[in-house]
C-alpha cells in the first residue's frame, strides 16, 4: 500500500500539483516543542536560545559522568570503604534526580552493591 501512495505522491509532484503551496521550496523548520507544556515553552526556548539547560538536564548530564566513573572503579577492584559511600552518595543523588524528571522521561539507573 505504501508504494501505491508513493506513486501518487511523485506523479503529483512531477506535475507540478504542489508547487503553489505555502512555504514551497523552502526548508520546513520542525518544531521540537510540541510535547512541551504551553507555560514552559518561553522557558525552554529563552534557555536553548541562551545554551542553557533545565536544572534536571544539566544535574543528569553530572550523574552521567559519575555513574560511568563510579562503575569503571568498582569494576576494576575491591570495593574499598569509601567507594561504597562515594556509591551510597550517587545513589541517594539519583533518587532524588529521578523524583524531579517529567513523566515520559526514562530514569536514571542506581548503581547496585552486592
Known amino acids: 500500500m505504501p508504494d501505491v501512495i508513493d506513486d501518487i505522491m511523485k506523479r503529483a509532484m512531477q506535475e507540478g500539483k504542489f508547487d503553489d503551496l505555502p512555504g ?55 570495593l574499598t570503604p569509601a567507594l561504597r559511600t562515594e556509591i551510597e552518595r550517587y545513589n541517594r543523588a539519583v533518587l532524588a534526580h529521578n523524583l524531579k524528571l517529567p513523566p515520559g522521561i526514562a530514569h536514571r539507573r542506581m548503581i547496585r552493591v552486592k
Open 24 to 78: 514551497a521550496g523552502r526548508r520546513l523548520k520542525p518544531s521540537d516543542d510540541a510535547h512541551t507544556p504551553e507555560a514552559l515553552r518561553m522557558a525552554h526556548k529563552l534557555l536553548k536560545d541562551n545554551d542553557l539547560a533545565p536544572a534536571w538536564i544539566e544535574e543528569g548530564k553530572a550523574l552521567e559522568k559519575d555513574y560511568a566513573r563510579l562503575t569503571a572503579q568498582k569494576d576494576a577492584g575491591a
